[in-house]
């Protein structure tokens, strides 16, 4: 098993930037990715950025491309998520997620349903 902690959200105004982090332990060296989805109220959950365990690869929606960037440090099983220019759109609660077999180029287009790991999620609230 896996376990994931978020840590990282609060308020910021408008243009402002955060940092999330999301700390893996456990079996981690089962996961071939991870990354974050997020859920805005009354909303569904979508998709967000996710990152290749091995090989570092990205990929990010569209909605979010050139604002946001996942990381990853190995040694501490921890990925991160860099939030620049935030906007009120992007509040919501994010979900780090991890997976043992779904390849990170495919969390934008395969349910998310059959996720492996998750997280219980960190609230980021952007003010105007």
């Known amino acids: 098993q896996v376990q994931l902690v978020e840590s990282g959200g609060g308020l910021v105004q408008a243009g402002g930037s955060l940092r999330l982090s999301c700390a893996a332990s456990?079996?981690?060296?089962?996961?071939?990715?991870m990354g974050w989805f997020r859920q805005a109220p009354g909303k569904e959950r979508e998709f967000v950025v996710a990152?290749?365990?091995?090989?570092?690869?990205?990929y990010t929606a569209d909605s979010v491309k050139g604002r946001f960037t996942i990381s990853r440090d190995n040694a501490k099983n921890t990925v991160y998520l860099q939030m620049n220019n935030l906007k009120p759109e992007d509040t919501a609660v994010y979900y780090c997620?991890?997976?043992?077999?779904?390849?990170?180029?495919?969390?934008?287009?395969?349910?998310?349903?059959?996720?492996?790991?998750w997280g219980k999620g960190t609230l980021v609230t952007v003010s105007s």
């Open positions: 997620a991890g997976d043992r077999y779904m390849r990170a180029a495919t969390w934008a287009t395969r349910s998310q349903d059959g996720m492996d790991y």
């Open positions: 456990g079996r981690t060296f089962s996961m071939i990715a």
């Open positions: 990152i290749s365990w091995s090989s570092g690869s990205t």
